[in-house]
């Protein structure tokens, strides 16, 4: 109390001296300079002591609350020292108490302390507290909108940033730290404990840890759907090759299963002459149809849609979409007369030829020539064309004698993998009932001897479908051999899509394995089992044993 009484009897002392000193300035100023300059002298000075009077009383204000306020003496010594003997102020900032905790601070825009901010401005306002997140039990992935799902474990990397990209707001905040809280294993919570910041004013963050609790709902992937064609598909691929044999669909099942071509198929519906491939989405249907089109020739018959539900509000509609795909009847070891026109156009090949391989190309070989082709696709259905004889109608011979020819047209380009040779062969079925032999050019020379068997379409005997064909009978051969006859019986098996194992009795498919033991340019593309143990399903049993893929190869 001693203290402050010295104090403020100074502070009077200070104002008596500063006045007497001013009416000392304007008396010895109103003399030398006048009278106006005088009277801006003395009010300059009487707002300078008003000024001060005001310092003062603040500074016993803040002694009596405790505060440390301006020290006026110090002030005043200082302002002695000025040239014009003026009492001035130190420009240094001060301090104000925070609004909310009364805490010392620096002045801001909201006169708050940093610890006070948080409690007025939420800067996690708009950030979620509840979120829903889609699981699959079957295969432990999660749902990542718009299609895709990601396979995480509990509590992973991959699951926590998958939670991050689910919150849209989090991009106007800075991400500290991310981590999960524990919950049961069996629960359905995934509680998730987030530390942000958000800059408020002038380089000032404030910072707050906010959590949020995912809410699992199980739901099955698109994978783990049950084939149930009614509910779960959009497309159907519907492959047709209108022939009396399966042999085509057998090996392009063995395709399938090595390239996966229909990994995403819901289910496969086999029909009479194809097979249905059901599809989750439109663009899966339509990349196993450009798969066909790869490795056969295949001519897109219709493109339909249907209409099952339509939104008019929002303007949605749901289509299913069927695509007919129909396979070139043309298979390996056809028999084929070529129509005039077509065999005009492509020259160098004869009217009755021999199919050797069938792919996305045709290739025909004439066996009296050595002159093969190739016949794309969209040749083939610009004017399509039937096989005369099929290979069920092949007639076993056997061979008596084997002399070695030479081309005519000295057309070489086959010798690498054939050789023309004159053979004399009989009927297996006339042995014993007559004497009657055939003379014919083949291209099996290299392959057959005397005693062998060989397999071939008796001409002489057989019904033509074609009536040009049919006029033709007298000038065409009375046998055309086909393939030699192989005595071996390997027990080849191969994997079927079906969960049953070869029937002894189907002999279309034991005519497709004899088919590829004399292919070796086929056998290297499917996988061989020498054995007797059944081999297990690759798909389930709903799904048949023949599929299409691509046609018999040679």
């Known amino acids: 109390m001693e203290k402050q009484g010295e104090e403020h009897s100074s502070m009077e002392v200070l104002l008596f001296d500063a006045e007497k000193d001013t009416k000392k300035d304007v008396a010895r100023k109103h003399s030398y300079k006048g009278l106006n300059y005088?009277?801006?002298?003395?009010?300059?000075?009487?707002?300078?002591?008003?000024?001060?009077?005001?310092?003062?009383?603040?500074?016993?204000?803040?002694?009596?609350?405790?505060?440390?306020?301006?020290?006026?003496?110090?002030?005043?010594?200082?302002?002695?020292?000025?040239?014009?003997g003026l009492l001035s102020m130190n420009q240094s900032v001060g301090c104000i108490p925070c609004c909310n905790c009364g805490t010392a601070i620096t002045p801001n825009n909201v006169n708050m302390c940093v610890n006070c901010l948080p409690l007025v401005i939420n800067i996690t306002e708009g950030l979620p507290s509840c979120v829903k997140i889609v699981h699959c039990i079957e295969c432990q992935s999660y749902f990542h909108p718009p299609t895709s799902w990601v396979k995480a474990q509990r509590e992973s990397k991959e699951l926590l940033a998958l939670?991050?990209?689910k919150l849209k707001k989090l991009a106007n905040l800075r991400l500290v730290d991310a981590k999960?809280?524990?919950?049961?294993?069996?629960?359905?919570?995934?509680?998730?404990?987030?530390?942000?910041?958000?800059?408020?004013?002038?380089?000032?963050?404030?910072?707050?840890?906010?959590?949020?609790?995912?809410?699992?709902?199980?739901?099955?992937?698109?994978?783990?759907?049950?084939?149930?064609?009614?509910?779960?598909?959009?497309?159907?691929?519907?492959?047709?090759?209108?022939?009396s044999h399966m042999r085509t669909f057998y090996f392009l099942e063995q395709l399938i299963i090595r390239h996966g071509a229909i990994g995403k198929a819901v289910k496969i519906e086999p029909i009479r002459e194809g097979v249905d491939f059901f599809f989750p989405k439109k663009r899966d249907a339509m990349k196993f149809y450009e798969f066909l089109g790869n490795v056969v020739a295949v001519k897109q018959e219709k493109f339909h849609k249907q209409l099952m539900s339509q939104d008019t509000k929002s303007n949605v509609c749901r289509y299913r979409y069927s695509i007919a795909a129909v396979i070139c009847p043309i298979c390996h070891?056809?028999?084929?007369?070529?129509?005039?026109?077509?065999?005009?156009?492509?020259?160098?090949?004869?009217?009755?030829?021999?199919?050797?391989?069938?792919?996305?190309?045709?290739?025909?070989?004439?066996?009296?020539?050595?002159?093969?082709?190739?016949?794309?696709?969209?040749?083939?259905?610009?004017?399509?064309?039937?096989?005369?004889?099929?290979?069920?109608?092949?007639?076993?011979?056997v061979?008596?004698?084997?002399e070695e020819a030479h081309s005519s047209s000295g057309f070489d380009y086959a010798c690498k993998r054939y050789a023309l040779a004159e053979v004399q062969v009989a009927r297996v079925s006339d042995f014993g009932r007559n004497d009657t032999t055939f003379s014919v050019k083949t291209h099996l020379g290299h392959l057959l001897k005397p005693g062998d068997y060989a397999l071939g379409y008796d001409l002489q005997g057989a019904n033509f479908n074609k009536e040009e064909a049919e006029h033709c009978k007298a000038s065409l051969p009375d046998v055309v051999l086909i393939k030699k006859k192989s005595d071996k019986t390997k027990r080849n098996k191969l994997s079927t899509a079906s969960n049953r194992d070869l029937e002894p009795t189907d002999s279309g498919y034991k005519q497709f394995l004899r088919d590829l033991e004399v292919?070796?340019?086929?056998?290297?593309?499917?996988?061989?089992?020498?054995?007797?143990?059944?081999?297990?399903?690759?798909?389930?049993?709903?799904?048949?044993?023949?599929?299409?893929e691509e046609d018999m190869m040679a």
């Open 163 to 165: 939670c991050l990209k």
């Open 38 to 84: 005088a009277s801006v002298a003395e009010k300059k000075k009487k707002a300078h002591i008003v000024h001060l009077r005001h310092l003062h009383r603040a500074n016993h204000l803040h002694n009596k609350r405790g505060v440390l306020g301006l020290n006026v003496h110090d002030h005043m010594t200082n302002t002695e020292s000025n040239n014009l």
């Open 399 to 402: 061979v008596l004698d084997v």
């Open 333 to 397: 070891e056809d028999l084929v007369y070529l129509p005039p026109k077509i065999s005009a156009r492509l020259g160098v090949c004869g009217s009755l030829v021999i199919c050797t391989k069938v792919r996305n190309t045709i290739t025909l070989l004439n066996p009296f020539t050595m002159q093969d082709v190739n016949l794309s696709a969209q040749q083939y259905w610009h004017a399509p064309f039937e096989p005369l004889l099929s290979s069920k109608q092949l007639v076993e011979y």
């Open 519 to 548: 292919n070796p340019e086929s056998r290297f593309q499917l996988s061989l089992n020498q054995d007797n143990e059944n081999i297990s399903s690759a798909r389930s049993s709903s799904q048949p044993r023949g599929t299409a």
């Open 180 to 243: 999960f809280r524990f919950t049961e294993p069996n629960s359905k919570r995934i509680k998730l404990e987030l530390r942000v910041q958000k800059e408020i004013c002038h380089g000032r963050y404030a910072e707050k840890v906010h959590g949020i609790e995912y809410v699992v709902v199980h739901r099955k992937c698109v994978s783990c759907m049950p084939a149930n064609p009614d509910d779960h598909w959009e497309a159907v691929v519907q492959v047709r090759q209108h022939v």
